[in-house]
């Protein structure tokens, strides 16, 4: 659907109205080696009033208010991937800071979705 790929150790973010289904988000060093940095992936969504992807995957269940994980990539972790599912139309952001190392952020919808 989307990244948000700010250089260094800016935070990351990304904001936009998602509809109903599942949804990955990804957390990726810039390189995977070199760019190890712990991370701190804050993830809301409030109803709007509108009516091969690795393994392990996190699964959220259905997201409601914000979640906050705290976690590593980097190069013993190339990528962590956080999925979550929507039954309404919900405004959806996320936010990814307190990284010492540029790390990136991609939001992903399932391929099984179909609207």
């Known amino acids: 659907i989307t990244f948000s790929d700010n250089w260094g150790d800016s935070d990351e973010s990304i904001s936009r109205s998602l509809g109903a289904g599942t949804y990955y988000v990804r957390v990726y060093p810039y390189r995977t080696t070199g760019y190890d940095t712990r991370y ?21 269940g259905v997201l409601s208010g914000t979640q906050t994980f705290t976690d590593f990539v980097g190069s013993a972790d190339s990528s962590d991937y956080y999925r979550f599912t929507l039954n309404e139309v919900k405004d959806f952001s996320l936010t990814l800071g307190g990284m010492t190392d540029n790390a990136n952020v991609g939001l992903y919808l399932a391929e099984e979705q179909v609207d």
């Not at 701190?40 to 959220?60: C, H, K, Q, S, Y």
């Open 40 to 60: 701190r992936l804050e993830l809301t969504a409030t109803p709007t009033g509108i009516g091969d992807i690795a393994n392990p995957v996190f699964n959220m």
